[in-house]
Nanobody, 118 residues
Framework: QVQLVESGGGLVQAGGSLRLSCVASGRTDSITAMGWYRQAPGKQRELVSVMSSGGSTNYADSVKGRFTISRNNAKNTVYLQMNTLKPEDTAVYYC????????????WGQGTQVTVSS
C-alpha cells in the first residue's frame, strides 16, 4: 500500500500562486508516475499534470505555461507550482501515484481544495 498526504491548497485571488505538495509513504518502491488531477463541482475528474519516473511531463492544455510539476524521488514527493491562477482552476486537487509491481496500481490522496476568487 501507498499512503499519500497532500498539502498546500487554499484560497487565493485570481492571478495569485499556490504550491501543492504530496508525500508518498509505505510501499514506495517501484513508483512510476506521480501527478495531479482535479475535480470541480459537477464535473469529472481530469488530469492536470503527470511526471514519469524518467522525468517526462504531460500537462492539460488549460494549465500549460502556468503550472509546473516537479518531483523529488529521494523524498517520494511531487509538487505542483500553480501560477497566474484563474477562477476556473477552482477544484479539489488530488495527488495520484502509480506503482508497478506485477501490474500497475493507482493510489489517490484525500484531495486538497483550491479556490480562486475573481
Amino acid at each position: 500500500q501507498v499512503q499519500l498526504v497532500e498539502s498546500g491548497g487554499g484560497l487565493v485571488q485570481a492571478g495569485g500562486s499556490l504550491r501543492l505538495s504530496c508525500v508518498a509513504s509505505g510501499r514506495t518502491d517501484s513508483i512510476t508516475a506521480m501527478g495531479w488531477y482535479r475535480q470541480a463541482p459537477g464535473k469529472q475528474r481530469e488530469l492536470v499534470s503527470v511526471m514519469s519516473s524518467g522525468g517526462s511531463t504531460n500537462y492539460a492544455d488549460s494549465v500549460k505555461g502556468r503550472f509546473t510539476i516537479s518531483r523529488n524521488n529521494a523524498k517520494n514527493t511531487v509538487y505542483l507550482q500553480m501560477n497566474t491562477l484563474k477562477p476556473e482552476d477552482t477544484a479539489v486537487y488530488y495527488c495520484n501515484v502509480r506503482r508497478f509491481s506485477a501490474y500497475p496500481v493507482d493510489y489517490w490522496g484525500q484531495g486538497t481544495q483550491v479556490t480562486v476568487s475573481s
